[in-house]
Protein backbone atom coordinates (compact mmCIF):
# COMPACT_ATOMS: atom_id res chain seq x y z
CA UNK A 1 0.00 0.00 0.00
CA UNK A 2 1.58 3.31 -0.76
CA UNK A 3 1.78 6.51 1.20
CA UNK A 4 -1.37 7.72 -0.14
CA UNK A 5 -3.27 5.22 -0.12
CA UNK A 6 -2.24 4.55 3.60
CA UNK A 7 -3.73 8.25 4.27
CA UNK A 8 -6.57 7.96 2.54
CA UNK A 9 -7.81 5.10 5.14
CA UNK A 10 -9.70 7.57 6.94
CA UNK A 11 -10.63 9.04 10.78
CA UNK A 12 -12.55 5.85 11.54
CA UNK A 13 -9.71 2.83 11.01
CA UNK A 14 -6.90 5.38 12.23
CA UNK A 15 -9.01 5.69 15.62
CA UNK A 16 -8.34 2.35 16.63
CA UNK A 17 -4.67 2.74 16.87
CA UNK A 18 -4.76 5.44 19.09
CA UNK A 19 -4.29 4.99 22.91
CA UNK A 20 -6.20 2.34 24.30
CA UNK A 21 -8.69 2.33 22.48
CA UNK A 22 -10.26 -1.10 21.80
CA UNK A 23 -10.88 -2.50 18.88
CA UNK A 24 -14.40 -2.86 17.29
CA UNK A 25 -15.61 -5.11 14.51
CA UNK A 26 -18.95 -5.71 12.77
CA UNK A 27 -20.26 -9.30 11.21
CA UNK A 28 -23.25 -9.35 9.90
CA UNK A 29 -24.50 -12.27 7.84
CA UNK A 30 -27.25 -14.00 5.34
CA UNK A 31 -28.84 -10.38 5.19
CA UNK A 32 -29.07 -10.64 1.36
CA UNK A 33 -31.84 -13.15 0.10
CA UNK A 34 -34.07 -11.32 -2.46
CA UNK A 35 -33.89 -7.62 -4.07
CA UNK A 36 -36.25 -6.53 -1.40
CA UNK A 37 -33.19 -6.84 1.45
CA UNK A 38 -31.07 -4.64 -0.96
CA UNK A 39 -32.54 -1.67 0.44
CA UNK A 40 -32.18 -2.21 4.20
CA UNK A 41 -28.90 -3.59 3.61
CA UNK A 42 -27.81 -0.80 2.33
CA UNK A 43 -29.59 1.19 5.16
CA UNK A 44 -27.52 -0.72 7.77
CA UNK A 45 -23.88 0.02 6.02
CA UNK A 46 -24.70 2.66 6.03
CA UNK A 47 -25.68 2.67 9.89
CA UNK A 48 -22.29 1.31 10.67
CA UNK A 49 -20.32 3.32 8.59
CA UNK A 50 -21.68 6.51 10.40
CA UNK A 51 -20.11 4.27 13.88
CA UNK A 52 -16.70 5.72 14.03
CA UNK A 53 -15.68 2.39 16.20
CA UNK A 54 -16.20 0.28 13.56
CA UNK A 55 -13.19 -0.48 12.04
CA UNK A 56 -14.21 -3.17 9.51
CA UNK A 57 -17.16 -5.10 8.41
CA UNK A 58 -16.84 -8.86 7.96
CA UNK A 59 -19.89 -9.98 5.92
CA UNK A 60 -20.29 -13.96 6.71
CA UNK A 61 -21.88 -15.70 3.95
CA UNK A 62 -24.81 -16.03 1.90
CA UNK A 63 -25.35 -12.51 0.16
CA UNK A 64 -27.89 -13.96 -1.72
CA UNK A 65 -30.73 -16.37 -1.13
CA UNK A 66 -31.16 -19.85 -1.36
CA UNK A 67 -33.96 -19.27 -3.77
CA UNK A 68 -32.37 -16.83 -6.25
CA UNK A 69 -30.67 -17.67 -9.21
CA UNK A 70 -27.42 -17.72 -9.42
CA UNK A 71 -27.04 -15.33 -12.38
CA UNK A 72 -24.41 -12.96 -13.24
CA UNK A 73 -26.42 -9.84 -12.92
CA UNK A 74 -27.67 -11.26 -9.02
CA UNK A 75 -23.93 -11.27 -8.61
CA UNK A 76 -23.15 -8.24 -9.90
CA UNK A 77 -25.78 -6.06 -8.11
CA UNK A 78 -24.96 -7.67 -4.69
CA UNK A 79 -21.58 -6.72 -5.44
CA UNK A 80 -22.16 -3.11 -6.22
CA UNK A 81 -24.24 -2.94 -2.87
CA UNK A 82 -21.27 -4.18 -0.52
CA UNK A 83 -18.43 -2.43 -2.31
CA UNK A 84 -20.85 0.82 -1.74
CA UNK A 85 -19.90 0.43 1.88
CA UNK A 86 -18.22 3.27 3.67
CA UNK A 87 -16.54 0.65 5.77
CA UNK A 88 -13.98 -1.98 4.60
CA UNK A 89 -15.86 -5.13 3.95
CA UNK A 90 -14.30 -8.35 3.99
CA UNK A 91 -16.58 -10.76 2.09
CA UNK A 92 -16.58 -14.69 2.85
CA UNK A 93 -18.66 -17.12 0.65
CA UNK A 94 -21.82 -19.21 1.86
CA UNK A 95 -23.58 -21.92 1.01
CA UNK A 96 -26.14 -20.21 -1.52
CA UNK A 97 -23.13 -18.20 -3.13
CA UNK A 98 -22.10 -20.61 -4.64
CA UNK A 99 -22.42 -24.87 -3.24
CA UNK A 100 -26.45 -24.21 -4.18
CA UNK A 101 -25.97 -23.26 -7.72
CA UNK A 102 -26.76 -26.63 -8.47
CA UNK A 103 -29.75 -27.12 -7.67
CA UNK A 104 -32.77 -26.35 -9.60
CA UNK A 105 -34.61 -23.66 -7.94
CA UNK A 106 -31.00 -21.68 -7.94
CA UNK A 107 -30.78 -22.84 -12.18
CA UNK A 108 -28.88 -25.92 -12.24
CA UNK A 109 -25.53 -23.76 -12.68
CA UNK A 110 -22.20 -25.97 -11.97
CA UNK A 111 -21.36 -24.72 -8.86
CA UNK A 112 -17.68 -24.72 -9.18
CA UNK A 113 -17.99 -22.43 -12.01
CA UNK A 114 -20.16 -20.57 -10.37
CA UNK A 115 -17.34 -20.49 -7.69
CA UNK A 116 -14.85 -19.04 -10.38
CA UNK A 117 -17.10 -16.42 -11.50
CA UNK A 118 -17.57 -15.39 -8.13
CA UNK A 119 -13.77 -15.58 -7.56
CA UNK A 120 -13.01 -13.60 -10.29
CA UNK A 121 -15.90 -10.79 -9.43
CA UNK A 122 -15.49 -10.02 -5.96
CA UNK A 123 -11.61 -10.93 -5.48
CA UNK A 124 -10.08 -8.96 -7.98
CA UNK A 125 -6.91 -7.55 -6.32
CA UNK A 126 -5.66 -7.48 -2.55
CA UNK A 127 -8.16 -5.08 -1.57
CA UNK A 128 -11.65 -5.34 0.57
CA UNK A 129 -14.11 -4.02 -0.45
CA UNK A 130 -15.70 -1.42 0.14
CA UNK A 131 -14.87 2.58 0.10
CA UNK A 132 -11.93 2.69 2.42
CA UNK A 133 -9.14 0.81 1.51
CA UNK A 134 -8.13 -2.54 3.78
CA UNK A 135 -5.45 -4.81 2.50
CA UNK A 136 -5.39 -8.40 2.93
CA UNK A 137 -3.24 -11.27 1.75
CA UNK A 138 -5.09 -13.84 -0.05
CA UNK A 139 -3.99 -17.30 -0.15
CA UNK A 140 -3.74 -17.10 -4.31
CA UNK A 141 -0.39 -15.22 -3.58
CA UNK A 142 0.82 -18.42 -2.94
CA UNK A 143 1.73 -20.47 -6.05
CA UNK A 144 -0.20 -23.50 -5.50
CA UNK A 145 -2.78 -22.18 -4.53
CA UNK A 146 -3.17 -19.60 -7.32
CA UNK A 147 -7.24 -20.50 -7.41
CA UNK A 148 -8.41 -19.69 -4.20
CA UNK A 149 -8.89 -15.62 -4.17
CA UNK A 150 -11.06 -15.62 -1.36
CA UNK A 151 -9.56 -16.47 1.74
CA UNK A 152 -7.64 -14.16 3.11
CA UNK A 153 -5.78 -13.46 6.43
CA UNK A 154 -5.26 -9.31 8.00
CA UNK A 155 -4.19 -8.28 11.29
CA UNK A 156 -5.44 -5.40 13.63
CA UNK A 157 -4.38 -4.21 16.87
CA UNK A 158 -2.35 -7.49 17.82
CA UNK A 159 -5.53 -9.67 16.71
CA UNK A 160 -4.67 -12.06 13.44
CA UNK A 161 -7.80 -12.63 11.40
CA UNK A 162 -8.06 -15.80 8.98
CA UNK A 163 -11.46 -15.77 6.71
CA UNK A 164 -12.42 -19.01 5.19
CA UNK A 165 -14.70 -20.65 2.62
CA UNK A 166 -16.26 -23.06 4.51
CA UNK A 167 -19.84 -23.54 3.57
CA UNK A 168 -22.92 -25.46 4.78
CA UNK A 169 -24.57 -28.00 5.13
CA UNK A 170 -21.17 -30.23 5.23
CA UNK A 171 -18.59 -28.13 3.28
CA UNK A 172 -20.00 -28.96 -0.01
CA UNK A 173 -18.72 -32.70 0.48
CA UNK A 174 -20.51 -35.04 -2.60
CA UNK A 175 -21.29 -38.19 -1.78
CA UNK A 176 -21.36 -39.38 -5.52
CA UNK A 177 -18.44 -41.78 -6.35
CA UNK A 178 -15.39 -40.59 -7.93
CA UNK A 179 -13.06 -37.87 -6.37
CA UNK A 180 -14.60 -35.35 -4.77
CA UNK A 181 -12.01 -32.92 -6.73
CA UNK A 182 -13.59 -29.58 -5.39
CA UNK A 183 -13.48 -30.42 -1.97
CA UNK A 184 -10.67 -32.24 -1.57
CA UNK A 185 -8.12 -29.77 -3.16
CA UNK A 186 -9.99 -26.84 -1.16
CA UNK A 187 -9.71 -28.86 2.18
CA UNK A 188 -5.93 -29.26 1.18
CA UNK A 189 -5.73 -24.96 0.85
CA UNK A 190 -7.54 -24.41 4.13
CA UNK A 191 -5.13 -26.98 6.29
CA UNK A 192 -2.58 -24.89 4.81
CA UNK A 193 -3.90 -21.26 5.54
CA UNK A 194 -4.82 -22.05 8.89
CA UNK A 195 -1.66 -23.79 10.23
CA UNK A 196 0.32 -21.09 8.78
CA UNK A 197 -1.53 -18.73 10.00
CA UNK A 198 -1.26 -19.55 13.57
CA UNK A 199 2.43 -19.88 13.46
CA UNK A 200 3.00 -17.00 11.74
CA UNK A 201 0.60 -15.43 14.16
CA UNK A 202 2.61 -17.20 17.89
CA UNK A 203 5.72 -15.91 15.86
CA UNK A 204 5.05 -12.26 15.78
CA UNK A 205 3.33 -12.50 19.34
CA UNK A 206 -0.37 -12.01 18.25
CA UNK A 207 -2.67 -11.73 21.13
CA UNK A 208 -5.45 -13.54 19.89
CA UNK A 209 -6.58 -15.11 16.61
CA UNK A 210 -9.77 -14.71 15.15
CA UNK A 211 -11.10 -17.17 12.32
CA UNK A 212 -14.37 -16.82 10.43
CA UNK A 213 -16.24 -18.75 8.20
CA UNK A 214 -19.91 -19.40 7.19
CA UNK A 215 -20.64 -22.95 7.64
CA UNK A 216 -21.11 -25.02 10.83
CA UNK A 217 -18.67 -27.67 11.22
CA UNK A 218 -20.80 -29.67 13.89
CA UNK A 219 -18.39 -29.46 16.73
CA UNK A 220 -20.04 -32.23 18.45
CA UNK A 221 -19.66 -34.37 15.87
CA UNK A 222 -16.37 -35.78 16.91
CA UNK A 223 -14.64 -38.37 15.30
CA UNK A 224 -11.22 -39.99 16.91
CA UNK A 225 -8.30 -40.64 14.71
CA UNK A 226 -8.62 -45.03 13.80
CA UNK A 227 -4.68 -45.99 12.31
CA UNK A 228 -6.88 -48.82 10.51
CA UNK A 229 -10.07 -47.80 9.63
CA UNK A 230 -9.58 -48.89 6.19
CA UNK A 231 -9.71 -52.55 7.50
CA UNK A 232 -13.12 -52.39 8.49
CA UNK A 233 -16.72 -51.83 6.50
CA UNK A 234 -19.00 -49.06 7.59
CA UNK A 235 -22.47 -49.77 7.60
CA UNK A 236 -22.92 -46.75 9.01
CA UNK A 237 -25.94 -44.40 7.35
CA UNK A 238 -24.25 -41.17 8.74
CA UNK A 239 -22.51 -39.23 5.75
CA UNK A 240 -18.69 -38.62 6.10
CA UNK A 241 -18.17 -35.65 7.94
CA UNK A 242 -17.35 -32.81 5.51
CA UNK A 243 -15.58 -30.67 8.37
CA UNK A 244 -13.38 -33.44 9.91
CA UNK A 245 -10.31 -31.81 7.93
CA UNK A 246 -11.14 -28.24 9.36
CA UNK A 247 -11.93 -29.92 12.79
CA UNK A 248 -8.44 -31.43 12.80
CA UNK A 249 -6.75 -28.03 11.49
CA UNK A 250 -8.29 -25.68 14.25
CA UNK A 251 -6.96 -28.24 16.88
CA UNK A 252 -3.33 -27.74 15.39
CA UNK A 253 -3.68 -24.41 14.96
CA UNK A 254 -5.02 -23.78 19.09
CA UNK A 255 -2.34 -26.51 20.15
CA UNK A 256 0.31 -23.86 17.87
CA UNK A 257 -0.52 -20.55 19.07
CA UNK A 258 -1.72 -21.35 22.09
CA UNK A 259 -3.44 -17.68 22.95
CA UNK A 260 -7.41 -16.97 22.60
CA UNK A 261 -8.70 -18.46 19.51
CA UNK A 262 -12.38 -17.53 18.13
CA UNK A 263 -13.91 -18.99 15.85
CA UNK A 264 -16.87 -17.31 14.67
CA UNK A 265 -19.40 -18.23 11.84
CA UNK A 266 -23.33 -18.55 11.00
CA UNK A 267 -25.71 -21.32 11.92
CA UNK A 268 -29.35 -22.68 11.36
CA UNK A 269 -30.15 -22.98 14.81
CA UNK A 270 -32.17 -19.84 16.63
CA UNK A 271 -30.53 -18.34 19.07
CA UNK A 272 -32.84 -15.87 21.23
CA UNK A 273 -29.91 -13.27 22.05
CA UNK A 274 -28.42 -13.47 18.51
CA UNK A 275 -25.51 -15.44 18.90
CA UNK A 276 -24.33 -19.06 21.12
CA UNK A 277 -20.98 -18.96 22.69
CA UNK A 278 -19.30 -22.69 23.91
CA UNK A 279 -15.99 -24.48 23.93
CA UNK A 280 -17.61 -27.41 21.82
CA UNK A 281 -13.67 -28.23 20.06
CA UNK A 282 -12.47 -31.84 21.41
CA UNK A 283 -8.88 -33.08 20.38
CA UNK A 284 -8.07 -36.34 19.25
CA UNK A 285 -8.18 -37.58 23.23
CA UNK A 286 -11.41 -36.77 23.18
CA UNK A 287 -10.48 -33.43 25.79
CA UNK A 288 -11.62 -30.03 25.32
CA UNK A 289 -9.46 -27.55 23.63
CA UNK A 290 -9.75 -25.02 26.39
CA UNK A 291 -8.09 -21.90 24.28
CA UNK A 292 -10.96 -21.83 21.11
CA UNK A 293 -13.85 -20.60 22.03
CA UNK A 294 -17.02 -20.57 19.67
CA UNK A 295 -19.80 -17.65 18.42
CA UNK A 296 -22.28 -19.54 16.91
CA UNK A 297 -23.80 -16.44 14.60
CA UNK A 298 -27.83 -16.43 14.12
CA UNK A 299 -29.49 -13.14 13.67
CA UNK A 300 -33.46 -12.75 13.86
CA UNK A 301 -33.26 -9.98 11.83
CA UNK A 302 -30.36 -9.85 9.65
CA UNK A 303 -31.29 -7.35 7.71
CA UNK A 304 -31.29 -4.98 10.18
CA UNK A 305 -28.91 -6.45 13.10
CA UNK A 306 -24.95 -6.97 13.31
CA UNK A 307 -22.36 -8.60 15.70
CA UNK A 308 -20.49 -5.79 17.61
CA UNK A 309 -17.01 -7.61 18.80
CA UNK A 310 -15.04 -5.20 20.73
CA UNK A 311 -11.41 -6.19 22.05
CA UNK A 312 -8.76 -4.75 24.38
CA UNK A 313 -5.51 -5.99 25.73
CA UNK A 314 -5.87 -4.38 28.85
CA UNK A 315 -9.60 -6.14 29.39
CA UNK A 316 -9.73 -9.48 31.38
CA UNK A 317 -10.87 -11.33 29.30
CA UNK A 318 -10.17 -9.81 26.49
CA UNK A 319 -13.27 -9.79 24.32
CA UNK A 320 -16.97 -8.30 24.21
CA UNK A 321 -20.28 -9.12 22.08
CA UNK A 322 -23.47 -7.69 21.70
CA UNK A 323 -26.30 -7.49 18.91
CA UNK A 324 -26.64 -4.09 17.49
CA UNK A 325 -29.27 -3.07 15.56
CA UNK A 326 -29.66 -0.50 13.00
CA UNK A 327 -32.49 1.45 14.97
CA UNK A 328 -30.33 2.01 17.59
CA UNK A 329 -27.50 2.93 15.09
CA UNK A 330 -29.41 5.63 13.32
CA UNK A 331 -29.89 7.31 16.53
CA UNK A 332 -26.17 7.31 17.77
CA UNK A 333 -23.76 10.26 16.79
CA UNK A 334 -20.35 8.74 16.48
CA UNK A 335 -18.95 8.22 19.94
CA UNK A 336 -15.37 7.91 21.79
CA UNK A 337 -14.24 4.43 22.20
CA UNK A 338 -15.94 2.46 24.40
CA UNK A 339 -15.46 3.24 28.23
CA UNK A 340 -13.99 0.50 30.76
CA UNK A 341 -17.89 -0.89 31.52
CA UNK A 342 -20.03 -1.27 28.62
CA UNK A 343 -22.43 -1.60 30.93
CA UNK A 344 -22.89 1.69 30.65
CA UNK A 345 -23.96 1.70 27.08
CA UNK A 346 -27.41 1.68 25.70
CA UNK A 347 -27.46 -1.32 24.97
CA UNK A 348 -25.96 -4.30 27.72
CA UNK A 349 -23.71 -7.24 26.99
CA UNK A 350 -25.43 -10.43 26.86
CA UNK A 351 -23.92 -12.43 29.70
CA UNK A 352 -21.82 -16.08 29.16
CA UNK A 353 -19.01 -18.13 30.62
CA UNK A 354 -16.57 -18.34 27.62
CA UNK A 355 -13.40 -17.70 29.09
CA UNK A 356 -11.90 -15.00 26.73
CA UNK A 357 -15.04 -13.27 25.75
CA UNK A 358 -17.05 -11.48 28.74
CA UNK A 359 -20.05 -8.94 28.82
CA UNK A 360 -18.11 -6.81 31.79
CA UNK A 361 -14.98 -6.25 32.75
CA UNK A 362 -15.21 -7.73 36.27
CA UNK A 363 -11.99 -9.78 36.64
CA UNK A 364 -12.37 -13.96 35.73
CA UNK A 365 -10.26 -16.61 35.79
CA UNK A 366 -7.97 -16.87 32.72
CA UNK A 367 -6.47 -20.18 31.83
CA UNK A 368 -2.76 -20.41 33.13
CA UNK A 369 0.29 -21.21 30.76
CA UNK A 370 0.31 -24.73 32.16
CA UNK A 371 -2.67 -25.88 30.89
CA UNK A 372 -2.19 -24.52 27.29
CA UNK A 373 -1.12 -27.37 25.26
CA UNK A 374 2.59 -27.24 24.50
CA UNK A 375 3.60 -25.88 21.25
CA UNK A 376 5.32 -28.76 19.20
CA UNK A 377 8.07 -27.86 17.14
CA UNK A 378 7.32 -27.56 13.60
CA UNK A 379 9.84 -29.00 10.61
CA UNK A 380 6.60 -29.87 8.16
CA UNK A 381 5.48 -26.20 7.43
CA UNK A 382 5.21 -25.86 3.49
CA UNK A 383 6.10 -22.97 1.13
CA UNK A 384 6.16 -19.74 2.88
CA UNK A 385 3.98 -16.75 2.52
CA UNK A 386 3.31 -13.32 1.97
CA UNK A 387 3.57 -11.34 4.89
CA UNK A 388 0.11 -10.49 6.07
CA UNK A 389 -1.21 -7.06 6.55
CA UNK A 390 -2.64 -5.07 9.32
CA UNK A 391 -4.40 -1.73 9.70
CA UNK A 392 -2.42 1.51 9.23
CA UNK A 393 -1.39 3.17 12.25
CA UNK A 394 -1.11 6.78 12.83
CA UNK A 395 2.24 8.65 13.37
CA UNK A 396 3.55 7.42 16.72
CA UNK A 397 6.51 6.49 18.39
CA UNK A 398 4.71 2.42 18.87
CA UNK A 399 6.55 -0.05 16.78
CA UNK A 400 4.30 -1.53 14.05
CA UNK A 401 2.68 -4.52 15.00
CA UNK A 402 4.19 -6.96 12.24
CA UNK A 403 7.67 -6.59 13.87
CA UNK A 404 8.36 -9.70 14.74
CA UNK A 405 10.17 -10.59 17.94
CA UNK A 406 13.92 -10.19 17.86
CA UNK A 407 15.10 -13.43 19.53
CA UNK A 408 12.97 -15.33 16.89
CA UNK A 409 13.72 -16.44 13.53
CA UNK A 410 10.91 -15.12 10.66
CA UNK A 411 8.97 -18.19 9.87
CA UNK A 412 9.20 -17.45 6.07
CA UNK A 413 12.09 -15.23 4.15
CA UNK A 414 11.30 -11.59 3.58
CA UNK A 415 11.25 -11.46 -0.11
CA UNK A 416 13.20 -8.71 -1.69
CA UNK A 417 11.29 -6.05 -3.75
CA UNK A 418 9.40 -7.30 -6.62
CA UNK A 419 10.40 -11.07 -5.48
CA UNK A 420 7.17 -13.00 -5.88
CA UNK A 421 5.72 -16.41 -4.19
CA UNK A 422 8.29 -16.83 -1.17
CA UNK A 423 11.38 -16.67 -3.84
CA UNK A 424 14.20 -16.13 -2.03
CA UNK A 425 16.83 -12.85 -3.27
CA UNK A 426 20.37 -14.26 -4.26
CA UNK A 427 22.91 -15.28 -1.95
CA UNK A 428 20.10 -15.53 0.89
CA UNK A 429 19.44 -19.31 2.40
CA UNK A 430 16.15 -21.02 3.22
CA UNK A 431 15.77 -21.67 6.80
CA UNK A 432 12.37 -23.16 6.38
CA UNK A 433 13.18 -26.23 7.82
CA UNK A 434 14.08 -25.40 11.09
CA UNK A 435 11.66 -26.17 14.04
CA UNK A 436 9.40 -23.53 15.39
CA UNK A 437 10.81 -21.38 18.24
CA UNK A 438 14.62 -22.05 17.56
Not at 80 to 89: E, F, G, I, W
Request: overall charge neutral.
Amino acid sequence: MTVAAALACGAAVHAHAQGNAPLSFAVISDALTRPADEAPVRRMLDAIGRDGNIAFIVYDGNFKGSAEPCRDSVYQSRHDLLDASRTPLVLLLGQHDWADCGLAHAGAYDPVERLDFVRQLFFIDATALGQTPLTLSRESDVARFRTFREIVRWQAQGIAFIGLNVPSPNNHYLTAGGRNGEFEDRAVATTFWLEHAAESARRSDMRALVILLQGDPDFSRYEKRDRFAWLRFSHSNQPRDGFLELKRSLVKSAELFRGPVIVIHGTDAPEPNGFHIDQPLRNDKGMVVTNLTRVAVAFGKPQSQWLEVQSDAQWRPPFRLRVRDVKESRTREPVAPAPETPAQSGMPYVPYPAPYLAPYPAPQPTLPASSMPPAMPRNDLPESLPAPPSMPLPASDLPPILTPPQARPPIYPVPASGVQNGALPAGKSDDRSKPAGQ
